[in-house]
């Protein structure tokens, strides 16, 4: 008789195609009939800037003397056509994030932490508050599909305009907001009832293409008398072509916002299948201003899972001439801190994986319009911690573009670059490490 | 991504102005598409002779290459028109592939010729003395280059059956597919454009004997996208936008002519345009006009 | 540009100024007594009289391209002819009259003031708009008051595929046929006070007692769409 309790088995295998994660989302799938609507950008692993490194000066090159010598930071946007260009103090600027995503502290603490470190913020997809602009020196005005909250006064009040094709979380996709933040200040600045669950438009409503946005901004222009650089900002797909085409439609700066770059709320599967990594999108940007002969004269910001001055000058040396910072700004703010881990718990998840920011109940009071909530955010301390953080972030890449003996962190080039990685090499397009291999090199990018 | 022109004249005394006023309406649209230009126009035929617009590299010696044919060329610059017996085309075809490999024929038909280069518009229309070509009808078109190549042969129109050209402004989405499967049933296409696509498309709808009416109707349910085609044939031109109609089209008639043009700024300096009827033509509607036989 | 002392009227010549000195010197008014502006020679120009902030009247005789009086602020534009793509888009206060026809997306997101059209809008007329009033006067294209907001569009004649879809709370009314409803855009009984709004707006257009206020119906958002529900998804 067999004993089955002595039989040797095999262990309880999950499998690796249907992993925990994916039988979570398929049972709350069943439940809800929804597909899953979430903030931040793609978490699955991607080839980033991790997988490149500098090749620091030694005999070849020589270095410059960190803290004495002059590095310089600053970067000016909006050359080619306006009459005000943008100087910034620092290459790099605070991504578009709305009044309505953000609360108002939220947008008030960016504003000051980006003015004390002489950069810009951006507007989002809600129109311009008082605070917002009151405590931003440099304001960059989105114009977005919707069209919520546009207007003249405010077109004219801005330092510069952002036309926003695409974002890097969803390119080709349109934005939501769900009722539990349209408030009545939010659903008056978007002419919404309140309490509804906005569906924001994929495509602009009076304009499609690069031929018909050339006669858009040419309005643009009109309107605020060619004195606001024009920004063009594409979710990165085939950035090639869109920076290529952004350039043709008359842009003075591009904006390419990769596959990690953060949203306040769309689908799950957008943000994880839509568009591709930063790091790939940045050199077929660049490519792009090069074929052109705009490299420098349009200049390119790049976004999308910035995090620390390595990445910076990364994103530099490749060919952007500034990074813009959404997620990283919120974290500095202080979403996702473990000081509030008990409440995440309470809301089913830990800090560090809160992205259910469109529900607005986040603890850290900055994706929300719970007065309770948003007054846990103080705007002057968390502003300053958003000035310390891009202070770093400045000071790391100054001492990496020491390193490779660069007086301008605009001088880093992509030949002060290697990759860990075969993917990293082919995608930034420089060598992999020890070697002088670039694979696809003969390609077209 | 790009403006068109095209221009059907009903008043025979207006045929030797064809050139000119196309060349106007084609300046214009420079904005909208300032990567390249080209046009095709529709002029005399000859009975029982076919037209075959030849393209080659600057400095190509058109006239030594009709002097080796036997046949009467007529060049204007990097282009020019052979003019042969109707039952010869593959024969001289084939004879142009080995004399001059670096010449290719981009056109054939008994009344349309074809130029597109490289370069502002104005300036391509120039280079070909537009202003001076008289005809029936014409259409023209100014590029602003998407996703292919900015190169002449990327330039519109795209002719890919006798007398058949076309211009687009849009994008399809579908492209990529339609193309293998034109290319499965022997169409050979040039180029990665899309819109050529879209002409060996209906080329090929016609061959099996659709009319261009048909073609168009049946484009809309095969080609996906935003698009504005405007479609010329030996005996008249026709316009279709899809259903979502994005793009701009604006059209205008009057008792001389009727007119197409991506935006109202193209036809401003048309005779009498004050007096015109100018209207918007309707999503996913097959527009066209057709000369007497 | 000259002031022509007749009608005390300021002349810009399009043929002979550059659009950026015409809105220049319509954007540098402030209080002014050039209150009377008179467009020539348009051309399908794109971007005429936009972004004005005056109380002054803006006439222009002839075809004007994409985007005439964009963004309009108290101004009344009125355009001798036909009007290009987003016409009044984003129109803040003040009116837009076109005599003609208009291309699409006429009045798009508009937040105010009135639009009046005496011949057809195409395609999209009052996409996402945000309180302006618009009146056509012939018929109006697909899409039309797509995702539309608020505010008021009438349409004479009649109304193309997919009115209203994705409605929010703008009010609209069609005396003509209308090809097919949009997702959650439902017909809705006409009470008094919809009359009295009709009615309103209707002699804005400078209409009053022109035509029947009972030949119109009355069309709005249904609310379905609201908040998500499975349900619904064949909508979404």
Same mark, same amino acid.
């Given at each position: 008789?067999?004993?089955i309790?002595?039989?040797p088995r095999?262990?309880p295998?999950?499998?690796?195609?249907f992993?925990?994660y994916?039988?979570s989302?398929?049972?709350?799938?069943a439940?809800?009939g929804i597909y899953?609507?979430?903030?931040?950008?793609?978490?699955?692993?991607?080839p980033?800037?991790?997988?490149?490194?500098?090749?620091g000066?030694?005999?070849?090159?020589?270095p410059?003397?960190?803290?004495r010598?002059r590095?310089?930071t600053?970067?000016?946007?909006g050359t080619?056509?306006a009459?005000?260009?943008i100087e910034?103090?620092i290459?790099?600027t605070i991504?578009?994030m709305s009044f309505?995503?953000?609360s108002?502290?939220?947008?008030?603490?960016?504003?000051?932490g980006a003015?004390?470190?002489?950069t810009? @913020?951006?507007?989002?997809?809600?129109g311009? @508050?008082q605070?917002?602009r009151?405590?931003?020196?440099?304001?960059?005005?989105?114009?977005l599909p919707?069209r919520?909250?546009?207007?003249?006064?405010?077109?004219?009040k801005?330092?510069?305009?952002e036309?926003?094709?695409?974002?890097?979380?969803?390119p080709?996709g349109g934005g939501?907001?769900l009722?539990?933040?349209?408030t009545?200040r939010?659903a008056?600045?978007?002419t919404?009832?309140?309490?509804i669950?906005?569906?924001?438009?994929?495509?602009?409503?009076?304009?499609?293409?690069?031929?018909?946005l050339?006669i858009?901004?040419g309005?643009?222009?009109?309107? @605020?008398?060619w004195e606001?650089p024009i920004y063009?900002?594409v979710?990165a797909?085939?950035?090639?072509?869109?920076?290529?085409?952004?350039?043709?439609?008359?842009a003075?700066?591009?904006v390419v916002?990769?596959?990690?770059?953060?949203?306040?709320?769309t689908?799950?599967?957008?943000?994880?299948?839509?568009?591709?990594?930063?790091?790939a999108?940045?050199?077929?940007?660049?490519?792009?201003l090069q074929?052109?002969?705009?490299h420098?004269?349009?200049?390119?910001?790049?976004?999308?899972?910035i995090r620390?001055?390595?990445d910076?000058a990364?994103?530099?040396?490749?060919g952007?001439?500034?990074?813009?910072i959404?997620?990283?700004a919120?974290v500095?703010l202080g979403?996702?801190?473990p000081?509030?881990?008990?409440?995440?718990?309470?809301?089913? @998840?830990?800090?560090g994986?809160?992205d259910?920011w469109h529900?607005g109940?986040?603890p850290?009071g900055i994706?929300?319009?719970?007065?309770?909530?948003?007054?846990r955010?103080d705007p002057?301390?968390?502003?300053?911690r958003l000035?310390?953080?891009?202070?770093v972030?400045?000071?790391?890449c100054q001492?990496i573009?020491?390193?490779?003996?660069?007086?301008?962190?605009h001088?880093?080039?992509?030949?002060?670059?290697v990759?860990?990685?075969?993917?990293?090499?082919?995608m930034a397009?420089?060598?992999?490490?020890?070697?002088?291999?670039i694979?696809g090199?003969?390609?077209?990018? | 991504?790009?403006?068109?022109v095209?221009?059907?004249i009903?008043?025979?005394?207006?045929?030797?102005?064809?050139?000119?006023?196309?060349?106007?309406?084609l300046?214009v649209m420079?904005?909208r598409?300032?990567?390249?230009?080209?046009?095709?126009?529709y002029g005399a035929?000859?009975?029982?002779?076919?037209?075959?617009?030849l393209?080659?590299p600057?400095?190509?010696?058109?006239?030594?290459?009709?002097?080796?044919l036997?046949?009467p060329?007529?060049p204007?610059?990097?282009h020019?028109?052979?003019t042969?017996?109707a039952?010869?085309?593959?024969?001289?075809?084939?004879?142009i592939?080995t004399?001059?490999?670096e010449?290719?024929v981009?056109?054939?038909?008994?009344?349309?010729?074809?130029y597109k280069?490289v370069?502002?518009?104005a300036?391509?229309?120039?280079?070909?003395?537009?202003?001076?070509m008289?005809?029936?009808?014409?259409?023209?078109?100014?590029?602003m280059?998407?996703?292919s190549?900015?190169?002449t042969?990327?330039?519109?129109?795209?002719?890919?059956?006798?007398?058949?050209?076309?211009?687009?402004?849009?994008?399809?989405?579908n492209?990529?597919?339609v193309r293998r499967e034109?290319?499965r049933?022997?169409?050979?296409?040039a180029?990665q454009?899309?819109?050529?696509v879209a002409?060996?498309y209906?080329?090929?709808r016609?061959?099996?004997?659709?009319?261009?009416?048909?073609?168009?109707?049946?484009s809309?349910e095969?080609?996906?996208g935003?698009?504005?085609?405007?479609?010329g044939?030996?005996?008249?031109?026709?316009?279709l936008?899809?259903?979502?109609?994005?793009?701009p089209a604006?059209?205008?008639?009057?008792?001389?002519?009727?007119?197409?043009?991506?935006e109202?700024?193209?036809?401003v300096?048309?005779?009498?345009?004050g007096?015109?009827?100018?209207w918007?033509?309707?999503?996913a509607k097959?527009?066209?006009w057709?000369?007497?036989? | 540009m000259?002031s022509?002392?007749s009608?005390?009227?300021r002349?810009?010549?399009?043929?002979?100024?550059t659009?950026?000195?015409?809105?220049?010197a319509?954007?540098?008014?402030?209080?002014?007594?050039e209150?009377l502006?008179?467009?020539?020679?348009?051309?399908?120009l794109?971007?005429?009289?936009?972004?004005?902030?005056?109380?002054?009247?803006?006439e222009?005789?002839?075809?004007?391209?994409y985007?005439c009086?964009?963004m309009?602020?108290q101004a009344?534009?009125?355009v001798?002819?036909?009007a290009?793509?987003?016409?009044?888009?984003n129109?803040?206060?003040?009116?837009?009259?076109?005599t003609g026809?208009?291309?699409?997306a006429?009045g798009?997101?508009?937040?105010?003031g009135?639009?009046v059209?005496?011949?057809?809008?195409s395609?999209?007329c009052g996409i996402s708009?945000?309180?302006i009033?618009?009146?056509?006067?012939g018929?109006?294209g697909?899409?039309?008051?797509?995702?539309a907001q608020?505010?008021?569009?009438v349409?004479?004649?009649?109304?193309g595929?997919?009115?209203?879809?994705?409605l929010y709370e703008?009010?609209?009314f069609?005396?003509?046929?209308v090809?097919s409803?949009g997702?959650?855009?439902?017909?809705k009984?006409?009470?008094?006070?919809?009359?009295a709004l009709?009615?309103?707006?209707?002699?804005?257009a400078?209409l009053?007692?022109?035509?029947d206020l009972g030949?119109?119906?009355?069309?709005?958002s249904?609310?379905?769409?609201y908040?998500?529900?499975?349900?619904?998804?064949?909508s979404y």
């Amino acid at each position: 008789m067999n004993d089955i309790t002595n039989t040797p088995r095999t262990l309880p295998r999950t499998s690796a195609t249907f992993d925990d994660y994916t039988l979570s989302e398929i049972r709350r799938a069943a439940a809800t009939g929804i597909y899953d609507i979430r903030g931040a950008g793609a978490k699955r692993k991607v080839p980033h800037f991790d997988d490149l490194l500098f090749l620091g000066a030694s005999m070849s090159r020589y270095p410059l003397e960190g803290y004495r010598e002059r590095c310089d930071t600053s970067v000016v946007l909006g050359t080619r056509f306006a009459k005000k260009p943008i100087e910034l103090k620092i290459p790099v600027t605070i991504a578009g994030m709305s009044f309505g995503s953000l609360s108002a502290n939220a947008k008030e603490a960016l504003g000051r932490g980006a003015s004390a470190m002489g950069t810009s @913020t951006t507007t989002g997809d809600g129109g311009m @508050t008082q605070e917002e602009r009151g405590h931003s020196k440099t304001l960059v005005y989105q114009y977005l599909p919707s069209r919520y909250g546009m207007n003249p006064d405010d077109l004219r009040k801005a330092d510069a305009i952002e036309v926003v094709v695409g974002q890097g979380a969803k390119p080709g996709g349109g934005g939501m907001l769900l009722g539990q933040k349209i408030t009545d200040r939010v659903a008056k600045m978007r002419t919404l009832p309140p309490g509804i669950d906005q569906r924001s438009a994929c495509r602009h409503p009076d304009w499609t293409g690069p031929d018909d946005l050339e006669i858009k901004i040419g309005e643009l222009r009109e309107i @605020t008398d060619w004195e606001k650089p024009i920004y063009v900002k594409v979710g990165a797909a085939r950035p090639y072509y869109d920076t290529a085409l952004a350039v043709k439609s008359g842009a003075d700066v591009v904006v390419v916002d990769g596959m990690q770059g953060g949203t306040a709320a769309t689908q799950d599967v957008f943000i994880e299948h839509v568009g591709i990594p930063t790091l790939a999108a940045v050199r077929q940007a660049v490519k792009a201003l090069q074929d052109l002969g705009m490299h420098r004269k349009v200049q390119l910001i790049v976004s999308g899972g910035i995090r620390n001055g390595a990445d910076v000058a990364k994103a530099l040396a490749l060919g952007a001439d500034a990074v813009a910072i959404g997620t990283a700004a919120l974290v500095a703010l202080g979403d996702n801190d473990p000081r509030y881990a008990a409440e995440y718990e309470a809301l089913g @998840t830990k800090p560090g994986a809160y992205d259910d920011w469109h529900e607005g109940r986040d603890p850290a009071g900055i994706t929300t319009q719970d007065p309770a909530l948003m007054a846990r955010l103080d705007p002057v301390a968390a502003g300053r911690r958003l000035a310390n953080y891009l202070a770093v972030l400045t000071l790391e890449c100054q001492t990496i573009a020491r390193a490779c003996g660069k007086s301008h962190v605009h001088n880093l080039e992509p030949d002060d670059l290697v990759a860990l990685t075969i993917e990293a090499a082919a995608m930034a397009n420089v060598p992999l490490a020890g070697t002088s291999w670039i694979p696809g090199v003969n390609g077209n990018f | 991504m790009c403006g068109i022109v095209g221009l059907f004249i009903k008043d025979p005394k207006l045929e030797p102005e064809l050139g000119g006023l196309l060349s106007t309406m084609l300046d214009v649209m420079c904005d909208r598409g300032p990567d390249s230009a080209g046009f095709a126009v529709y002029g005399a035929g000859a009975p029982g002779a076919v037209k075959l617009t030849l393209r080659g590299p600057a400095g190509t010696d058109f006239a030594a290459l009709g002097g080796r044919l036997g046949l009467p060329v007529a060049p204007r610059d990097t282009h020019a028109v052979l003019t042969i017996p109707a039952g010869r085309e593959i024969e001289v075809r084939a004879r142009i592939a080995t004399l001059a490999p670096e010449v290719a024929v981009i056109s054939s038909g008994s009344r349309m010729e074809l130029y597109k280069e490289v370069g502002l518009p104005a300036d391509v229309a120039k280079r070909f003395n537009l202003a001076g070509m008289a005809g029936t009808h014409a259409i023209g078109h100014t590029r602003m280059a998407t996703e292919s190549a900015v190169t002449t042969d990327g330039a519109h129109p795209f002719s890919t059956g006798p007398d058949q050209c076309l211009v687009h402004n849009g994008s399809l989405s579908n492209h990529a597919g339609v193309r293998r499967e034109l290319e499965r049933e022997g169409l050979r296409l040039a180029t990665q454009n899309d819109s050529e696509v879209a002409a060996a498309y209906l080329t090929h709808r016609m061959k099996g004997g659709d009319s261009l009416g048909s073609a168009l109707e049946h484009s809309l349910e095969d080609l996906d996208g935003f698009y504005t085609f405007v479609v010329g044939t030996e005996s008249g031109f026709g316009v279709l936008r899809d259903p979502i109609a994005c793009k701009p089209a604006v059209m205008a008639e009057t008792d001389q002519y009727v007119a197409f043009g991506s935006e109202y700024r193209a036809l401003v300096d048309l005779p009498e345009i004050g007096k015109a009827r100018v209207w918007e033509p309707e999503p996913a509607k097959v527009y066209f006009w057709e000369r007497a036989a | 540009m000259k002031s022509l002392g007749s009608d005390d009227a300021r002349i810009v010549d399009l043929s002979t100024s550059t659009l950026r000195e015409l809105n220049g010197a319509l954007h540098a008014l402030n209080a002014t007594n050039e209150t009377l502006w008179r467009v020539l020679n348009p051309r399908g120009l794109h971007a005429i009289a936009a972004g004005v902030d005056a109380p002054v009247t803006i006439e222009i005789d002839g075809h004007v391209g994409y985007y005439c009086g964009g963004m309009n602020k108290q101004a009344r534009i009125v355009v001798n002819g036909n009007a290009g793509v987003g016409v009044a888009e984003n129109m803040m206060s003040g009116s837009v009259h076109v005599t003609g026809d208009a291309s699409q997306a006429a009045g798009a997101t508009g937040n105010g003031g009135l639009l009046v059209i005496d011949g057809n809008a195409s395609a999209r007329c009052g996409i996402s708009m945000k309180g302006i009033d618009i009146v056509v006067k012939g018929s109006v294209g697909h899409m039309s008051a797509f995702m539309a907001q608020a505010g008021s569009l009438v349409v004479l004649g009649d109304a193309g595929e997919a009115l209203g879809d994705s409605l929010y709370e703008a009010k609209l009314f069609v005396r003509g046929s209308v090809a097919s409803l949009g997702a959650d855009c439902i017909e809705k009984e006409m009470r008094d006070e919809h009359r009295a709004l009709l009615a309103a707006k209707l002699e804005a257009a400078g209409l009053a007692g022109e035509v029947d206020l009972g030949e119109f119906r009355r069309y709005g958002s249904a609310r379905t769409l609201y908040h998500f529900h499975v349900d619904n998804v064949s909508s979404y």
